[in-house]
């Protein structure tokens, strides 16, 4: 069974960093495009960022650039998001997600991590 | 802000059809495969659709997407209370290099 499950969220201050984590199991890892897409309170989704499956090709929204790095490690299952100055509009649960289909086609998702930004 | 344009909501009565529009540009639907997810209330969003009418497994076929030019469509017939959920479609974006998706639109049953 495929599970993804996301940790590392929690309530930062403007300005400040957060590492999000996602552990893979149920699947070889290493085969798949992986994604991050987030979700604000009560708003629709958005892309976050994507990763190739040898981790050398990195895409990320026009408001990441600069802020956020995707990562992964094949050897332990693990796909990352490192967010630093980090702004309240990024408030929202980032889920971590397998690309299964061309052009971003999700086949599977984590429940998501929640990551709040208030002072 | 999203890229791709859903209108906000749609109503039917249960058996009835919906069909949900979505509307981008060369750069995204015009150029690339479309999906479309269910997300039912407090929960993950779900496939419904890949490579613009494909459906995955478990799918049933009540569920059917097109795309012409720079729109795609979700259909949905025999409409169940169960159907009540957000719907949103996604895309790549050649332009943008990013992911994209639509607004969303909520399905209601009357």
């Known amino acids: 069974e495929v599970q993804l499950v996301e940790s590392g969220g929690g309530l930062v201050q403007p300005g400040g960093s957060l590492r999000l984590s996602c552990a893979a199991s149920?699947?070889?890892?290493?085969?798949?495009?992986m994604t991050w897409v987030r979700q604000a309170p009560g708003k629709g989704l958005e892309w976050v960022a994507n990763?190739?499956?040898?981790?050398?090709?990195?895409r990320y929204m026009a408001s990441a650039k600069g802020r956020f790095t995707i990562s992964r490690d094949n050897t332990k299952n693990s796909l990352y998001l490192q967010m630093n100055s980090l702004r309240a509009e990024d408030t929202a649960v980032y889920h971590c997600?397998?690309?299964?289909?061309?052009?971003?086609?999700?086949?599977?998702w984590g429940q998501g991590t929640l990551v709040s930004v208030s002072s | 802000q999203s890229v791709l344009t859903q209108s906000p909501s749609v109503s039917a009565a249960p058996g009835q059809k919906v069909t949900i529009s979505c509307s981008g540009t060369?750069?995204?639907?015009?150029?690339?495969?479309v999906s479309w997810y269910q997300q039912l209330p407090g929960t993950v969003p779900k496939l419904l659709i890949h490579?613009?009418?494909e459906r995955p497994s478990g799918i049933p076929d009540r569920f059917s997407g097109s795309k012409s030019g720079t729109s795609a469509t979700l259909g949905i017939t025999g409409l169940q209370t169960g159907d009540e959920a957000d719907y949103y479609c996604?895309?790549?974006?050649?332009?943008?290099?990013?992911?994209?998706f639509g607004t969303g639109t909520k399905v209601t049953v009357l």
């Open positions: 997600a397998r690309v299964d289909w061309i052009d971003e086609g999700i086949n599977y």
């Open positions: 149920g699947f070889t890892f290493s085969d798949y495009w």
């Open positions: 990763v190739r499956q040898d981790g050398r090709e990195k």
């Open positions: 060369s750069f995204n639907i015009g150029s690339n495969y």
């Open positions: 490579d613009n009418n």
């Open positions: 996604g895309t790549w974006d050649s332009s943008l290099n990013a992911g994209v």
